[in-house]
């Protein structure tokens, strides 16, 4: 069962046992799949959700180093921990934007008070297979459904949590993380209309097809 979305704060997320949890991103209303489901998931960071204000920098930051450091926002330079990191464009757009915190600083800098900020998925990738077939996978999804089809600029990122030295067992998995506009050339025009179940429909055809 799926949590109606609360459209001006943000989502209820529902955990396996059937509690209601808060989280940052929402599940549209009528997306059939879980937020659970392990293959595939859907949501949107809001501007806002439950009171505050969200930091699109900060959230794309803590998955591109989920090995933890130190966050300042005033870096222009990132050094992610993360197994693997690429940024997929749109035709056009400059080549400054290959730097995921040029391209999200620049999002935020122009369009960063729309009520949609990232478009999010979380994908699973097979892990008796070699990582970098999964990435590479993920790497032409994210440039030929979202970046050629859809003007998405797409951050593309590999948590191994062989690097994690987590105690709880965890798979390899894939971040995809999008700024919730079109990019034209290097300017952001309007919201996306992929954020929405259409959207979430759409990636997941694609991603599990």
Not at 39 to 52: A, D, I, P, Q, Y
Not at 113 to 136: C, S, V, W, Y
């Amino acid at each position: 069962m799926n949590a109606a979305p609360d459209r001006q704060s943000g989502h209820q997320q529902h955990s396996k046992n059937g509690t209601s949890v808060a989280a940052e991103a929402y599940v549209p209303e009528r997306y059939s799949v879980p937020p659970w489901d392990d293959e595939f998931r859907f949501g949107v960071l809001r501007h806002e959700f439950s009171g505050r204000v969200n930091c699109a920098t900060r959230y794309v930051f803590k998955k591109a180093h989920p090995v933890p450091v130190e966050y300042t926002h005033e870096a222009e330079v990132w050094q992610p921990t993360a197994r693997r990191i690429d940024v997929l464009l749109p035709q056009g757009a400059p080549d400054r934007f290959l730097s995921p915190a040029t391209l999200i600083k620049d999002f935020i800098a122009n369009v960063g008070g729309q009520l949609d900020l990232l478009i999010t998925m979380k994908m699973a990738i097979n892990p008796d297979r070699p990582l970098h077939e999964g990435f590479e996978r993920c790497r032409a999804f994210a440039r030929d459904v979202m970046a050629n089809d859809h003007g998405l600029a797409t951050i593309v990122i590999l948590h191994d949590p062989v690097m994690l030295r987590t105690r709880r067992p965890r798979l390899p998995h894939l971040h995809v993380l999008a700024p919730a506009s079109r990019l034209v050339c290097g300017d952001w025009r309007d919201p996306s209309p992929m954020g929405t179940d259409d959207g979430a429909t759409e990636f997941r055809k694609h991603w599990m097809g």
